[in-house]
Nanobody, 116 residues
Framework: QVQLVESGGGLVQAGGSLRLSCAAS????????MNWYRQASGKQREGVAA???????NYVDSVKGRFTISSDSAKNTVYLQMNSLKLEDTAVYYC??????????WGRGIQVTVSS
């Protein structure tokens, strides 16, 4: 069964940067309608960034100007570049995308911890 696998998380100091990647476990399938969500401890999961099939991007207000969602269709990979990280960005980050022909799939999640 195809899966979405995130990578690139970890521990970073406030003000630093990380780039998350999300790829399908089987590269033969296409990925579109890509999204990144996050869930901080004790909070509900929230949408962070979205990239539609026509290239439109959307961001939650708290990350605008700091995070960038992008994709590499040749690699069937979606990225989340995170700059100027803040303590409040600490969360488990999930990718959520349309993986043809399976439908929408959640990644397992990856921890991002921002320290002071």
């Amino acid at each position: 069964q195809v899966q979405l696998v995130e990578s690139g998380g970890g521990l970073v100091q406030a003000g630093g940067s990380l780039r998350l990647s999300c790829a399908a476990s089987q590269r033969a399938f296409s990925i579109s309608a890509m999204n990144w969500y996050r869930q901080a401890s004790g909070k509900q999961r929230e949408g962070v960034a979205a990239l539609t099939s026509d290239g439109t991007t959307n961001y939650v207000d708290s990350v605008k100007g700091r995070f960038t969602i992008s994709s590499d269709s040749a690699k069937n990979t979606v990225y989340l570049q995170m700059n100027s990280l803040k303590l409040e960005d600490t969360a488990v980050y999930y990718c959520y995308a349309l993986v043809k022909p399976y439908g929408y799939i959640w990644g397992r999640g990856i921890q991002v911890t921002v320290s002071s």
